[in-house]
């Protein structure tokens, strides 16, 4: 049997969104749950929209592209609109309008018809539960994208309805260092202590049943109530997913494979530990951009184009590759030409803002534990130097702290930050580190 009703926990934010957009569009069955006591209140908001409108780039170029005069009806559905569920989307509604195949599409139409076309609204395909405990039984599939600070608080408000769920595969889209990653066994039967809170929600749904998700290339952005994006093209992201107990490919973990390809996301399973380290890894190089960027208030450009703040960025990610090193998980011939090849592959992305930084701009607190203090506990773990790792995590829970306290007070810090970095260059090599650059001085 095949998943037709499908579940996502935290559905309001801006990964679940895009997937219950994704898959109700392909025609399952959406149910977004999200909890309206949450601050951003964003369930109640998305119920005013009555629905989810979806964007992407792929929409601007084709309104780039589209020559005045216009483009037949299937032309342009198939010439530009190279995303499945985008696709039947598409296509159902112009059939829905009385489109004909030969009839011209002009650029004026083409915003009017992205706009209505791509909403999908609260009926059918789309349900929504203000608690987990209101989920419709039965579910064929969970998937949770809370962020690794709500998981906790989730766990408690589901813990009763677990068993009403016995066999429903449960995946957790959660960024960072994972609970089902099994260190190498020299460092073996060891816990990571920053991912307690993730240990303790996949053993408590059950090993069986828990999948674990990492999702690449997304970019996806929560805009406003209901408007979801992606900020970079969908053809290119991928879902990683894989059972926390084992490498094993069971017949359920196809089914869910099935289901993302279906609404035509690519999908990876891991075939060994060693393949889904190493896409684990790749993936944390990139978040080792993340704080950062979100102490020095940059986007990725900017970090990068200031020698200071590229400094410790080339250095966080040095830090990165050797720790992998001790799980067998060789991210490139060389650190070297790691850091140069993922330097490269980020000129691509400057204008984006990390999603560390977009937390301290909210005043919400970061995932810093699952993407930063983790990795600091591997490597102490296995003997390697973190300390470029470490005075970032310092910093990061200084400026979430002003952040959550007195929102006033980052850009000053921050400005602080800077002018002693600066100062601190002038005798170092390694300024970041330097005796004059302490975090007790800059507080
Ligand atoms: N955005 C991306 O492109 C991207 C890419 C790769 C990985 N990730 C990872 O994916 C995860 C989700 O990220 P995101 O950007 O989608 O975060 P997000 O926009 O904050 O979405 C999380 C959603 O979960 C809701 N939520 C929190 N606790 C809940 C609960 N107990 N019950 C139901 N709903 C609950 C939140 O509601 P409230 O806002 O009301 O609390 C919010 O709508 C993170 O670990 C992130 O690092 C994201």
Redesign the pocket.
């Known amino acids: 049997m095949k998943i037709k009703n499908i579940a996502i926990?935290?559905?309001?934010?801006?990964?679940?969104?895009?997937q219950s957009w994704i898959l109700a569009a392909a025609g399952h069955t959406v149910t977004i749950?999200?909890?309206r006591t949450?601050?951003?209140?964003?369930?109640v908001q998305l119920q005013k929209h009555g629905g989810i409108t979806f964007h992407c780039p792929e929409f601007d170029d084709i309104a780039q592209s589209l020559p005045e005069t216009g483009l037949s009806r299937d032309s342009f559905v198939k010439k530009f609109v190279g995303i499945k569920p985008v696709q039947l989307r598409m296509e159902k509604y112009l059939d829905q309008e009385g489109f004909t195949s030969d009839e011209l599409i002009s650029k004026v139409q083409l915003e009017q018809l992205i706009r209505e076309a791509m909403k999908i609204p609260i009926g059918p395909h789309l349900n929504v539960a203000n608690?987990?405990k209101n989920i419709e039984i039965p579910q064929d599939y969970i998937a949770v994208?809370?962020?690794?600070t709500?998981l906790t608080?989730?766990l408690a408000?589901h813990i009763n309805t677990i068993p009403q769920l016995p066999n429903t595969p449960v995946a957790t889209?959660?960024?960072?260092l994972m609970p089902w990653f099994r260190p190498e066994p020299d460092f073996g039967g060891m816990r990571l202590p920053a991912l307690h809170n993730q240990y303790e929600y996949v053993e408590t749904l059950g090993l069986n049943r828990s999948m674990g998700g990492?999702?690449?290339k997304?970019?996806?952005?929560?805009d406003a109530p209901g408007l979801s994006r992606?900020?970079t093209p969908v053809q290119n992201a991928r879902t990683v997913i894989g059972p926390v107990a084992s490498v094993e490919i069971t017949p359920q973990l196809l089914k869910i494979k099935d289901l993302y390809e279906s609404a035509g996301l690519s999908v990876l399973l891991p075939v060994s530990d060693r393949g889904i380290a190493q896409i684990m890894f790749e993936?944390l190089a990139l978040n080792m951009l993340n704080s950062p960027a979100a102490i020095f208030g940059r986007n990725i450009g900017e970090l990068l184009d200031d020698s200071l703040t590229r400094e410790v960025v080339v250095n966080a990610v040095n830090e990165l590759y050797e720790i992998a090193k001790t799980q067998a998980v060789y991210l490139a011939n060389s650190r070297d030409s790691f850091i140069k090849d993922l330097l490269s592959k980020l000129e691509n992305v400057r204008p984006l803002i990390p999603?560390t930084l977009q937390d301290i701009e909210a005043g919400?607190p970061t995932?810093k534990d699952?993407?930063l203090r983790a990795v600091i506990d591997l490597g102490k773990k296995t003997g390697v130097h973190t300390s470029y790792l470490e005075r970032i995590y310092e910093l990061l829970a200084e400026i979430e702290h002003q952040a959550l306290v007195d929102r006033t007070q980052v850009q000053p810090f921050r400005d602080k930050v800077l002018a002693l970095l600066s100062q601190a260059a002038k005798s170092s090599k390694h300024p970041f580190l330097a005796a004059n650059f302490t975090v007790r001085s800059i507080f």
Do not use: D, P
């Open positions: 926990v935290g559905g309001s934010g801006a990964v679940g969104m895009v749950v999200s909890s949450q601050g951003s209140q964003r369930l608690h987990v994208t809370v962020k690794a709500g608080k989730l408000q889209f959660v960024n960072g990492i999702i690449i997304y970019g996806a952005v929560a992606v900020k993936k999603s919400r995932e699952a993407i």
